[in-house]
T-cell receptor, first 114, second 113 residues
Framework: DAGVIQSPRHEVTEMGQEVTLRCKPISGHDYLFWYRQTMMRGLELLIYFNNNVPIDDSGMPEDRFSAKMPNASFSTLKIQPSEPRDSAVYFC????????????FGAGTRLSVL | AQSVTQLGSHVSVSEGALVLLRCNYSSSVPPYLFWYVQYPNQGLQLLLKYTSAATLVKGINGFEAEFKKSETSFHLTKPSAHMSDAAEYFCAVRMDSNYQLIWGAGTKLIIKP
């Protein structure tokens, strides 16, 4: 299995621009999680989906952030407009709803907003 | 609310020495517990998990952790540190009620030659 695939690995953009991060979960996994990691705040859960439906988006920092999961094999996290304080590493993780529900992480997208 | 505390944001040990990374959780119900490891510029990967079976859990790379309900602890140990163990380690808890993980702040393990 290829694991969780995130793209791009690195993104550099200017303040005010729209940024779209992409994630392909492991096939057969029905939970998908978006996290943000910064030095100051550590690992934060932004939103998670079950069967493509958003379950909890209470971690989304503000309306500039949105996430979608149009099908079981693809999800996006969009920031519009981006700000320098959005600079972080964004991780996507997926898991099944059976057993222990181990979360498998992608390699992350390092976002720099100038 | 459930919380996870990792004592020490940085732990430094000499190569060959014992590694001990501490994790305490707050819960009245035995949860699922996890240790994840993050190597530089990589995502998190599962090191080991506790699922209410044996209280001593063995993971990858020689790590193990012991669940102690009376102390609400799940400390991670390795008898002999190796340079390749240098990474950040995260403790996490999952409750029965949902599929979210509650994460500790992470402990960066530094190995001195």
């Amino acid at each position: 299995d290829a694991g969780v695939i995130q793209s791009p690995r690195h993104e550099v953009t200017e303040m005010g621009q729209e940024v779209t991060l992409r994630c392909k979960p492991i096939s057969g996994h029905d939970y998908l999680f978006w996290y943000r990691q910064t030095m100051m705040r550590g690992l934060e859960l932004l939103i998670y989906f079950n069967n493509n439906v958003p379950i909890d988006d209470s971690g989304m920092p503000e309306d500039r952030f949105s996430a979608k999961m149009p099908n079981a094999s693809f999800s996006t996290l969009k920031i519009q407009p981006s700000e320098p304080r959005d600079s972080a590493v964004y991780f996507c993780a997926s898991s099944t709803s059976t057993g222990v529900n181990i979360q498998y992480f992608g390699a992350g997208t390092r976002l720099s907003v100038l | 609310a459930q919380s996870v505390t990792q004592l020490g944001s940085h732990v430094s040990v000499s190569e060959g020495a014992l590694v001990l990374l501490r994790c305490n959780y707050s819960s009245s119900v035995p949860p699922y517990l996890f240790w994840y490891v993050q190597y530089p510029n990589q995502g998190l990967q599962l090191l080991l998990k506790y699922t209410s079976a044996a209280t001593l859990v063995k993971g990858i790379n020689g790590f193990e952790a012991e669940f102690k309900k009376s102390e609400t602890s799940f400390h991670l140990t390795k008898p002999s540190a190796h340079m390749s163990d240098a990474a950040e380690y995260f403790c996490a808890v999952r409750m029965d009620s949902n599929y979210q993980l509650i994460w500790g702040a992470g402990t960066k393990l530094i190995i001195k030659p």
